[in-house]
């Protein structure tokens, strides 16, 4: 089975640094620098992850984080914020409190993320159930 995993906002070194760490050949790095965007291919998608920044184009990771735990079919996906510019505690917290499973900091090196990032998409894995199949829209 392909791990996806949605990354949100628009830091392109988030975005390679996931890359790098999914090294299984069938995973899919799905980039979304919008929250509009990030929404609709969450939908679209039902990644087994989601790794947010907290800056994006049209809004930014703590009202993405609000967005996607009001949803049913989305509340479930792991999300973790991956900082990629120093935050605050406050910030940190109020993610975490607001429902992300986890903040990490950049720099984290491939390996790292891995290790970080596996036991939650193991889990969704684990309890994904088959989705039915989606339409073109």
Aim: charged share 25%; hydrophobic share 45%.
């Amino acid at each position: 089975m392909s791990i996806k995993v949605l990354v949100a906002g628009n830091s392109e070194r988030v975005l390679s640094l996931t890359k790098s760490a999914l090294i299984d050949p069938d995973s899919l790095v799905i980039p979304a620098p919008a929250m509009s965007l990030a929404l609709f291919l969450a939908h679209k998608n039902l990644p087994d992850l989601i790794l947010s920044n907290f800056k994006m184009i049209d809004g930014d990771g703590l009202e993405f984080l609000k967005e996607l735990k009001a949803d049913d079919e989305l509340k479930s996906i792991p999300f973790l914020f991956i900082a990629d510019e120093k935050v605050d505690a406050g910030t940190c917290s109020n993610a975490i409190k607001l429902g992300a499973d986890a903040v990490l900091h950049h720099p984290l090196e491939a390996h790292q993320l891995r290790r970080e990032i596996m036991p939650y998409i193991n889990i969704r894995l684990a309890e994904k159930g088959e989705r039915a199949p989606q339409t073109p829209e």
